[in-house]
């Protein structure tokens, strides 16, 4: 439902002033990095490079899942921390619709986006090894 509503505020720009929490500023910080890494990746076709490039945002979105109420009663928070969440959706959706996958624990809770970090970082570690065995071998 989160990741619903963030994609209804599309184009929203993060304001770093309204953001209250460290969870916060750590995956907004990491977005902007990680942004810079996977666009040119994704312009050569290097979507494995990519994928483990947004691996890396596991662990601040999951912290920020933990530690952050997305619809805080505070407009301008809520609208900030969905434009946070929509630029991250934004990463993943440059390289794939991850929202057909689903986890078995979690088939639509709100964890679906953590849940698609999850599958890069594994997407990842499966491309790296494939990778070796074909240089190795």
Not at 67 to 84: F, S, W
Not at 104 to 128: F, H, K
Request: glycine share 2%; net charge negative; hydrophobic share 45%.
């Amino acid at each position: 439902n989160i990741l619903r509503l963030a994609s209804d505020a599309p184009g929203a720009s993060i304001e770093p002033t309204l953001m209250t929490l460290e969870a916060e500023h750590a995956l907004a910080k990491q977005l902007l990095h990680t942004a810079s890494a996977v666009s040119p990746l994704i312009e050569q076709g290097a979507y494995a490079r990519a994928l483990e490039c947004l691996a890396e945002l596991r662990a601040p979105t999951d912290r920020f899942f933990d530690e952050v109420m997305v619809m805080d009663k505070d407009l301008a928070l809520r609208r900030n921390r969905l434009a946070i969440l929509r630029h991250l959706a934004d990463l993943f959706l440059a390289i794939a619709d991850f929202s057909h996958l689903q986890s078995a624990d979690c088939p639509n809770g709100p964890e679906a986006l953590s849940n698609c970090v999850g599958v890069a970082t594994a997407i990842s570690r499966q491309t790296r090894t494939a990778h070796l065995e074909t240089h190795l071998l």
